[in-house]
Each structure stands twice: as structure tokens, then as C-alpha cells.
């Protein structure tokens, strides 16, 4: 059982930047690759960004890539989602989850994932 806790949303100019962090419980966070996704008042939740389980390997959704830098820290047990160049379009409920995955292996589809935090709010303004 993983628990994900996310926190460092909030509001921002376009242009600006945030970092999300997503604490995650449990013994075997190594274990998992990690995710965020994000879901727009009347979209369908998207996927941003993945990291492999020892954080050799990134992945990003092609709106996000260049912008966004997805980490990780094992001794910490967290994930980070560093944000830049935000634009209003970035506004959403921002999601981390884990996926037991094997070495190197990334996770795009919501459905490969295990485990969801609740979400933190990021609002871009312009």
C-alpha cells in the first residue's frame, strides 16, 4: 500500500514557475514508477510527466516537454514536478500516482497506475 500526499500548488502568473512535491508512504517507494497527471475543469485527466522507479529515465506529454521536469529522491520518498514558462493552459488539478513497475520501465496510461494522491490545484493567470 502507497499513500501520495501532494503539495506547492497554488496561483502564478503565466510566465512563472511552481514545484510540486508528492510524499509518498510505504517502504518500497523504489519500487514504483512514478507519474502526474493533471485534469482541467471539463477535460479528461492527461498525463504530464513519468519517471522510471531509480530515476534513470523521463518521459513528458509533447504540451509539457522542455517546460516541466519530473525527479525523484528515494531517500526522501518523493517525487518533484518542477514547472517553468507556465502558461494559463497549465491551469488543472495536478495528480501524482505510482505504478509498480520493473528497472527503467516508464508508465504513460492512467490505467498502468496503482496509486492516486488527491490532487493540488495549480491556477495560471494572464
Known amino acids: 500500500q502507497v499513500q501520495l500526499v501532494e503539495s506547492g500548488g497554488g496561483l502564478v502568473q503565466a510566465g512563472g514557475s511552481l514545484r510540486l512535491s508528492c510524499a509518498a508512504s510505504g517502504r518500497t517507494f523504489s519500487s514504483y514508477a512514478m507519474g502526474w497527471f493533471r485534469q482541467a475543469p471539463g477535460k479528461e485527466r492527461e498525463f504530464v510527466a513519468t519517471?522510471?522507479?531509480?530515476?534513470?529515465?523521463?518521459a513528458y506529454a509533447n504540451s509539457v516537454k522542455g517546460r516541466f521536469t519530473i525527479s525523484r529522491d528515494n531517500a526522501r520518498n518523493a517525487v518533484y514536478l518542477q514547472m517553468n514558462s507556465l502558461k494559463p493552459e497549465d491551469t488543472a488539478v495536478y495528480y501524482c500516482?505510482?505504478?509498480?513497475?520493473?528497472?527503467?520501465?516508464?508508465?504513460?496510461?492512467?490505467?498502468?497506475?496503482?496509486?492516486w494522491g488527491l490532487g493540488t490545484q495549480v491556477t495560471v493567470s494572464s
Open positions: 500516482s505510482a505504478a509498480f513497475a520493473g528497472a527503467g520501465v516508464l508508465r504513460r496510461l492512467e490505467r498502468e497506475y496503482d496509486y
Open positions: 519517471i522510471s522507479r531509480g530515476g534513470g529515465s523521463t
